[in-house]
């Protein structure tokens, strides 16, 4: 069965931290995501990547960088966080032109 | 941003009958899926279909694409309560960087 796994269901973090969302894919997928999902505003892509070390800015990645140093490993990394970045992250990933699997997602506050 | 939308924002029906959503894309793309949220949960994907395709089937879930108008609609048949979910469309914008709409939120009463 295909998975993406998302370290943390909740999490709640301080204003300042450094926060670092991790998602792993078992099914060897060439392409991975992270969204932000807000009431109202769907799905948001935050970074995209295609490959191992490449990565790509979606819509709103002000605030945010990621890391792929394995296939099967993409982390979200909030450099300073703040309260405007409370939200639900989705993790997901897909083989070219494909489906793609979606994690169960973590919904963080900021405090 | 090239987030696209889906229309009407909610819908709500009761049980047995069709429901009808819509989805317009800004760009050129190569795909549109659709994806179906149960509350608070990860997406699940539902059908896809590719540019040169009009229309696709699968179970009680029709789509249909007109890439002249950029626009596509998801059709589900005799919906059940179990349907009750959000409903999203993603385009790849000829990239494979999928990009979501902003969703309907269906309810289906029993």
Same mark, same amino acid.
């Given at each position: ?16 931290e ?8 078992? &099914?060897?997928?060439?392409? &991975?995501f ?12 935050? #970074?995209? $990547? #295609?490959?191992?070390? &490449?990565?790509?800015?979606?819509d709103?990645?002000?605030g945010?960088?990621? $890391? ?6 993409? $982390? ?5 966080? $703040? ?12 083989r ?16 | ?11 709500? @029906?009761?049980e ?15 795909n =549109? ?8 949960? +990860?997406? !699940?994907?539902?059908? =896809?279909?590719r ?9 009680r =879930?029709? !789509?249909? =694409? ?9 059709? @589900? ?15 790849? +914008? ?13 309810? !289906?009463?029993?």
């Amino acid at each position: 069965d295909v998975k993406v796994t998302q370290s943390s269901r909740y999490l709640v973090k301080r204003t300042g931290e450094k926060v670092f969302l991790e998602c792993v894919q078992d &099914m060897d997928h060439e392409n &991975m995501f992270w969204y932000r999902q807000d009431p109202g505003l769907g799905l948001r892509l935050i #970074y995209f $990547s #295609y490959d191992v070390k &490449m990565k790509e800015k979606g819509d709103i990645p002000e605030g945010y960088s990621v $890391s792929r140093e394995k296939k099967e490993r993409f $982390s979200l990394i909030l450099e300073s966080a $703040s309260t405007n970045q409370t939200s639900m992250y989705l993790c997901a990933s897909s083989r070219q032109g494909a489906e793609a699997f979606f994690g169960q997602g973590t919904r963080l506050t900021v405090v | 941003s090239q987030q696209g939308e889906e229309d009407p924002q909610a819908l709500s @029906i009761q049980e047995g009958e069709n429901a009808t959503m819509n989805c317009s894309y800004k760009t050129s793309i190569n795909n =549109l899926q659709w994806y179906r949220q149960n509350s608070g949960r +990860g997406l !699940v994907h539902l059908i =896809l279909i590719r540019s040169n395709e009009r229309e696709k089937h699968s179970g009680r =879930l029709r !789509v249909t =694409l007109d890439t002249s108008k950029k626009s596509s609609s998801l059709l @589900i048949t005799a919906s059940r309560a179990a349907d009750t979910a959000s409903y999203f469309c993603a385009t790849d +914008g000829g990239t494979y960087k999928y990009i979501f709409g902003t969703g309907t939120r269906l309810k !289906v009463l029993a």
